[in-house]
């Protein structure tokens, strides 16, 4: 049996369908089976097409596994259909984006997969439509070099593209001459990416980008382990640890996801098959743990309710292939309840590893992440290369998302192409935080604005947030992050930080420090899926489901709140721009009386049953929580909190935190 291009032997992948890989044998003939109800248009429609692509690989191993002649039908079939399409896309770069190639790369693996299975005239009308496509895919790349897609190295658009190419490439070898040009194009492009990529595995679009633009990164990894020998499972520390930026990123019931970023639901979060290829290559019992959950107990719900085309279900061909039997599970309890992404900046908390578990995240860094951050601009100034594009990047330094199971209290603005200030659970002075506002790409575009101004501006250097502590001490977790830059140089901002302190989520609190030569009206924003009652003028109660939790403002000036509901609805991709993505958003704000020059908010979340009591006065706050009394106070020096901890017995401990 001859070498399939993705694949391989398949032999050892036959012998195995009907035993320890029958769960994933399984899954993949149900997903087959479904395409038999797909009516296919004649004319190419107005929408993605994403699906043909991946629906031709599902059928093709099907076919290949099984013997069944109704999968090889149903192949030639959606084959049929994208070859009668003359161009493969619709409204938005026709022939050269996700939907062309999605489909460039499932029917290249497609027809070389079934090769034996054409007549010689269904073969060469299938090899001149991929000669045709990927030779408009390679020729845009280049004229486009420096700009787009073709240089967005941290992009979905890139890496779908330039993997779709690729595959072309390995498939036309011994037909077309330009084949060997594609290869080594791909090569040299991913040869970038992989580098630039952060390395402790986080993703600055948020999880439901990872799912759907990140799997290809383990895509083309794979197709190049396999073609080439060539193995950036090996070398990348992103491959390595990207399983666990998402596994933090999850919501406690695991099912959805803290959805920082663009996220067009809270289930469009799982790639099964990414967890299975994670597990395969490092022997991850972890990863297979996740995979198998997902699997087993999420697969139906993620694809009714995500709004990620194709979804999930498609996946099966790729389930199948990176599934390693030999690989056994790890009980997640083992992992730490604590994870730091340094270069995103980003916190994840999770009360124990059940699926009642509270979990908290908080983010504060650069734009786009600080390995971005530095390169993209390196590379714009040494080369010209626009690689920047943080359009699903939110400006969300200091923002927070807290959940408890499957419930959510504080939450972000889901998809959203015009964002405003008050949109993320973040600190505005005068009601303003970036330089460019009701935009889609708002970090980009405020870089710009300061760019305008001065060309010689330290932009790396300057626009920017920084995590400046991060501290495990015991069962404490403190986290400070400052982002001072990031707001309009007018207001002349020397501090915007914000401090969370913890004790395994039994409560939380943040210390905001707002600090300027100039007189302004600070305030706090809280974003949440249902309303807040009133209790006292500092004090709102939420009643949970999963259990009430209180939320209590103090401030060392005099402070006001105001509670508003805001609607996002943006539309999902031009190539149906009747279809919206829709969030709501219930707004509390606390806000500075009249125009100070500094000014300290303490915001405490506390839960009912837990028996937690929280003061304010002066320049201290007190927190008795069991057995334990917790001092924090502030001084006159900029940015100081000192922490002093009293257990029932006695000891004290006293931290300092810068």
């Avoid at 600055?204 to 197709?223: D, Q, S």
């Avoid at 506002?437 to 626009?463: F, H, M, Q, T």
């Avoid at 989520?505 to 420090?513: M, Q, S």
Wanted: aromatic letters at 14%; glycine letters at 6%.
């Amino acid at each position: 049996m001859s070498s399939l291009v993705f694949i391989g032997d398949l032999r050892p992948y036959k012998e195995q369908a009907k035993g320890v890989r029958k769960k994933q044998y399984e899954r993949l003939l149900l997903q087959a089976d479904r395409y038999e109800s797909y009516q296919l248009p004649a004319q190419h429609p107005k929408e993605s097409t994403t699906y043909m692509g991946i629906a031709i690989m599902n059928l093709a191993l099907a076919y290949r596994l099984s013997g069944e002649d109704k999968y090889l039908f149903e192949a030639k079939r959606f084959i049929g259909a994208v070859l009668s399409y003359e161009q493969w896309g619709n409204a938005h770069l026709v022939n050269v984006d996700l939907s062309a190639s999605w489909i460039l790369f499932g029917l290249s693996l497609g027809y070389d997969w079934l090769k034996p299975f054409f007549e010689e005239e269904e073969k060469e009308k299938i090899l001149a439509k991929i000669r045709h496509h990927a030779d408009i895919m390679y020729q845009y790349k280049l004229d486009t070099y420096g700009h787009g897609w073709s240089t967005n190295y941290y992009q979905n658009h890139n890496w779908i593209n330039m993997t779709g190419l690729a595959a072309a490439g390995y498939v036309l070898s011994e037909t077309c001459d330009k084949a060997i040009q594609y290869i080594e194009e791909a090569k040299k492009n991913f040869s970038r990416v992989f580098s630039l990529l952060a390395d402790d595995g986080s993703n600055y679009e948020g999880v439901p980008y990872w799912r759907y633009g990140g799997m290809w990164l383990f895509v083309y990894a794979h197709l190049l382990k396999v073609e080439e020998g060539v193995d950036y499972f090996h070398t990348s520390n992103y491959l390595k640890n990207t399983f666990y930026y998402r596994l933090y990123q999850s919501c406690g019931d695991f099912e959805q996801q803290m959805n920082f970023g663009d996220s067009h639901d809270r289930h469009s979060g799982h790639a099964p098959c990414v967890y299975y290829k994670t597990a395969a290559e490092y022997g991850d019992g972890f990863a297979q743990t996740f995979g198998n959950l997902v699997l087993d107990e999420f697969l139906m719900a993620e694809a009714k309710i995500s709004k990620i085309k194709p979804g999930i279900l498609p996946e099966a061909v790729f389930e199948f292939l990176w599934y390693d039997p030999g690989v056994s599970e790890k009980p997640l309890s083992l992992l730490p309840r604590v994870r730091f992404f340094e270069d995103l900046g980003l916190l994840s908390i999770r009360e124990d590893w059940s699926r009642s578990s509270k979990v908290l995240t908080i983010k504060c860094g650069c734009p786009g992440g600080r390995k971005q951050w530095i390169n993209g601009w390196d590379l714009y100034r040494k080369e010209g290369v626009e690689c920047l594009s943080l359009s699903h990047h939110h400006p969300d330094n200091l923002s927070y998302i807290f959940a408890r199971g499957s419930e959510y209290l504080t939450c972000e603005d889901g998809y959203n192409r015009n964002i405003m200030p008050d949109n993320h659970n973040v600190i505005l002075v005068d009601d303003r935080y970036t330089d460019a506002v009701d935009v889609n790409d708002v970090y980009v575009s405020s870089a710009g604005k300061r760019l305008e101004k001065d060309s010689s501006y330290p932009i790396e250097e300057k626009y920017r947030g920084e995590v400046v502590c991060f501290k495990l001490y015991d069962s404490m977790v403190i986290y400070k992050g400052e982002t001072s830059g990031i707001y309009p140089e007018e207001l002349g901002m020397k501090e915007v930080s914000r401090l969370l302190f913890t004790d395994q989520l039994f409560f939380f609190l943040f210390i905001d420090v707002c600090v300027s030569d100039k007189e302004h009206i600070y305030r706090i924003i809280s974003n949440t899926d249902m309303p807040a009652q009133k209790q006292t003028d500092h004090s709102y109660y939420y009643p949970m489901e999963s259990g009430g939790i209180t939320y209590t403002v103090f401030s060392d000036q005099e402070i006001c709140s105001n509670q508003y509901t805001q609607e996002v609805v943006s539309v999902m991709t031009t190539q149906e721009p009747d279809k919206l993505c829709r969030s709501f958003l219930n707004t509390l704000s606390f806000q500075s009386a009249s125009p100070v020059k500094r000014q300290t908010f303490i915001e405490c979340f506390t839960f009912d049953g837990m028996n937690t009591e929280v003061s304010f006065a002066g320049k201290e706050l007190h927190v008795k929580h069991g057995e334990r009394d917790y001092g924090l106070s502030f001084g006159d020096e900029m940015a100081v909190v000192l922490i002093e901890v009293c257990s029932k017995n006695g000891e004290r401990k006293s931290y300092r935190i810068p």
